[in-house]
């Protein structure tokens, strides 16, 4: 009989994901001089939910699906993050990007702490009736854990509007009233914000933009390359477009297109509307497949996808002068050493892509307020908060010369460190 041999088991969100994100802390850590005891808390979730949930499908069948959500810090209030829709979600998934929720808001200076959620599934699988089962399920599972003050979910990956309506309704439902304040990214007829849909991919245009100023480029002559054609990559698309850059590439999960005076966006948006993606688009352009796009000859490469695309197996063909990161976690640390050493500037997801959790909290505080704000104050107030974010990012990375991401981490973390600090360890 063989004796069982008893390692230390692994953590439970021990993922690569996860580790991509501990890699990232554990050495902005080795910059930001905060006390150990902030440190070793902030390394792990306060909290994980596990669920699975059964749902009926159309066909009779009832399938049971895994669905996560992951509560990072409520150091600086109540905890905000998206909820995606995804056949790679999991645990570790969940935990790494409820981190660098907690990092983006901090950095923002936003009253909230960092959360993630999703559920493994193909949306694109499924039919509206059956994501609907779906996510009123998963709201009626989560519902002792979200709240208002607690826990507020938005959209993410293949979740939009309308799913948060769902969630919106169930938790209304479960409490008796309406409770907009639950979601954020939600319909405007219901307490939505208006600018919050292009909120996301607005900012990563704002970001963009400012570096250009402080590099010395207009942004009116850049040639772009945009991956990801969803909400995130397609708004960034036409705010690039709307002022004046050339978007020379643009792709989705289907593939991607390419031509060297700049495509037509309006035109690509229309196709996509009508056909559910790019597959087939062919007017004018040459097709490309996503390796040959992030490998494109170009100013500007805006990453707006998903996680783990330039890595250290594709780093050494990234052909731009400037990485904008619109997804969260593109760039694996491999593929940041890589760009690094090849004098490759990265704008970090937790800045750049922070436009969609600061309108969040607009949206916030306009529903618990019940009074709602105009679209130019919304993008004036985010401009504002884009801003103030760049400079102190930019500004950190000058004087200490070190990468945007540890400038933005090293920032971000000082940010939670302090009110820890002065709330202390309970008890
Ligand atoms: P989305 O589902 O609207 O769009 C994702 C896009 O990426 C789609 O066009 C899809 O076809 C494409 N895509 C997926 N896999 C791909 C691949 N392997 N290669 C090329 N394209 C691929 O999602 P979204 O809301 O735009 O989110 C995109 C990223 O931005 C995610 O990392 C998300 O976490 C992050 N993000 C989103 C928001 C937001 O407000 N929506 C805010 C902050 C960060």
């Not at 930019?394 to 820890?420: H, P």
Request: charged fraction near 20%; charge should be negative; aromatic fraction near 6%.
């Amino acid at each position: 009989m063989t004796e069982a041999v008893h390692h230390a088991p692994i953590l439970e969100w021990d993922t690569p994901l996860y580790r991509q994100a501990s890699t990232q802390l554990e050495h902005a850590l080795t910059l930001a001089d905060i006390p150990d005891f902030v440190a070793s808390r902030l390394k792990y979730p306060e909290r994980a939910v596990i669920l699975s949930l059964p749902v009926r499908l159309d066909d009779g069948t009832v399938r049971t699906f895994p669905a996560y959500r992951v509560q990072h810090s409520s150091v600086l209030g109540p905890t905000k993050g998206g909820i995606r829709y995804d056949e790679a979600v999991d645990l570790g998934e969940c935990a790494a990007l409820a981190m660098w929720m907690t990092w983006k808001c901090a950095l923002l200076r936003l009253p909230y702490g960092g959360a993630k959620g999703g559920v493994r599934c193909n949306a694109r699988a499924l039919s509206q009736n059956e994501l609907a089962r779906i996510t009123r399920r998963f709201t009626a599972e989560l519902a002792p854990f979200i709240g208002p003050q607690q826990d507020i979910p938005a959209p993410d990956m293949a979740t939009n509007e309308q799913t948060m309506a769902w969630m919106m309704d169930t938790y209304s439902m479960q409490v008796g009233h309406a409770v907009p304040e639950i979601v954020t990214g939600k319909p405007i007829s219901i307490g939505g914000s208006v600018f919050r849909h292009e909120a996301t991919g607005a900012g990563v245009v704002m970001v963009v933009e400012r570096a250009c100023q402080r590099l010395g480029w207009s942004l009116a002559e850049q040639r772009c390359v945009v991956q990801g054609f969803g909400n995130v990559g397609g708004i960034a698309a036409t705010e690039l477009h709307e002022k004046g850059a050339s978007v020379v590439a643009v792709s989705d999960i289907s593939g991607g297109v390419y031509a060297e005076d700049g495509l037509p966006i309006p035109e690509l948006h229309a196709y996509v509307a009508e056909n559910g993606s790019l597959e087939g688009y062919a007017d004018g352009v040459r097709r490309i497949s996503n390796a040959e796009l992030l490998a494109l000859e170009c100013d500007i490469l805006v990453l707006a996808a998903r996680e783990d695309q330039v890595t250290g197996q594709n780093a050494a063909d990234v052909r731009a002068k400037l990485v904008a990161e619109g997804a969260n976690g593109p760039t694996s640390v491999e593929g940041d050493a890589i760009l690094a050493a090849r004098g490759i500037p990265v704008l970090p997801d937790i800045l750049t892509n922070a436009g969609g959790v600061t309108v969040s909290y607009f949206e916030w505080v306009q529903d618990l307020g019940r009074l709602f704000w105009d679209r130019d104050e919304i993008r004036r107030r985010l401009a504002d908060k884009m801003s103030d974010a760049f400079d102190r990012v930019w500004d950190v990375a000058q004087s200490r010369d070190i990468a945007l991401r540890d400038a933005a981490l090293v920032a971000a973390i000082r940010e939670v460190s302090a009110a820890l600090e002065a709330r202390g360890l309970y008890p």
